[in-house]
């Protein structure tokens, strides 16, 4: 049984951990604040964006781009977004149980790029590491992600991949993500869905400039956009995570110390009732 010196340890000890997780929670509360305002003010952007481009690309005629294209290529590009850092919940190991699905369901040969080194540490034994990408700052810049996907898109236009995929967490809020793999290329269209589109607009548009320039230069805009937007959802998700692992972990070192005060408080209730009848039984032997 702890006596009272080592309850104190302890607590003190306790009293630590709450300081730094208390502190951990509001540092990343004020990073879920700006990283929720650039994914809210980026999603319909990109929705609109690429509602825009399919929209387009099934009514005009006799158009093509390379990113609209299916390959025969059986290679694929997979790129992992998760954190450089942990202490954030389930948001790499459901991120990465997510990878192993995708893979062991793909019948596809894939290249695994990865920015952040959670999810490659998980997997890095089970799948065949291409590229992980370093940036300047923790979180990679607009530019740096542009670089980034123009270098997987030029392996995709020249037929080396047939396929780029990317692995993130979707923020859904403060508490909620959800892990997914999407298709960013190609942007291809079924044929369903094209039917659907020229169903839901039996007529052109006039177009400023030509369709063909319109297009060319919005469909690698789009590509980019949804990378983009990729990297936003899983920096919103991880500092939301992050924010309610640090939230709960304060909370049960609070409970701790609450508990171990009870705790040390009782046996030093014990010792002094103890000490008591030993002064009291000690008066009344001098008594008799």
Not at 96 to 117: C, I, M, P, Q, W
Not at 147 to 153: G, N, P, Q, R, T
Not at 229 to 244: N, V
Request: proline share 3%; aromatic share 8%.
């Amino acid at each position: 049984m702890a006596n009272i010196k080592e309850l104190k340890k302890k607590i003190k000890s306790t009293k630590g951990t709450f300081k730094i997780t208390s502190a951990m929670k509001l540092v990343s509360a004020a990073k879920l604040n700006r990283a929720q305002i650039a994914i809210q003010n980026s999603r319909p952007y990109a929705k609109e964006l690429e509602e825009t481009i399919k929209t387009v690309s099934a009514l005009v005629q006799n158009y093509s781009h390379e990113f609209l294209v299916e390959s025969d290529s059986r290679k694929s590009a997979l790129l992992v977004i998760s954190s450089n850092k942990g202490l954030c919940g389930g948001y790499n190991s459901q991120l990465a149980k997510k990878v192993r699905e995708f893979t062991a369901n793909s019948d596809e040969e894939l290249e695994f790029y990865f920015v952040g080194k959670k999810v490659k540490d998980l997997v890095k034994n089970e799948v065949t590491i291409t590229k992980e990408y370093t940036f300047e700052k923790q979180e990679p810049s607009y530019n740096e992600m542009v670089d980034l996907s123009s270098e997987l898109a030029e392996k995709f236009k020249s037929g080396e991949i047939g396929r780029i995929y990317v692995a993130y967490n979707i923020f859904e809020s403060a508490i909620a993500f959800e892990p997914c793999v999407k298709q960013v290329l190609p942007m291809a269209l079924a044929e369903k869905e094209k039917e659907e589109l020229r169903d839901k607009f039996p007529f052109d548009f006039k177009y400023e400039p030509a369709p063909k320039v319109l297009l060319d230069s919005l469909i690698p805009q789009t590509y980019i956009s949804s990378i983009y937007t990729s990297l936003l959802d899983a920096i919103a998700a991880e500092h939301g995570s992050r924010m309610s692992s640090m939230d709960s972990a304060a909370s049960n070192c609070k409970e701790l110390i609450d508990n171990l005060t009870i705790k040390m408080n009782k046996l030093r209730q014990a010792a002094i009732t103890t000490e008591l009848i030993e002064v009291v039984s000690g008066a009344e032997s001098l008594k008799g």
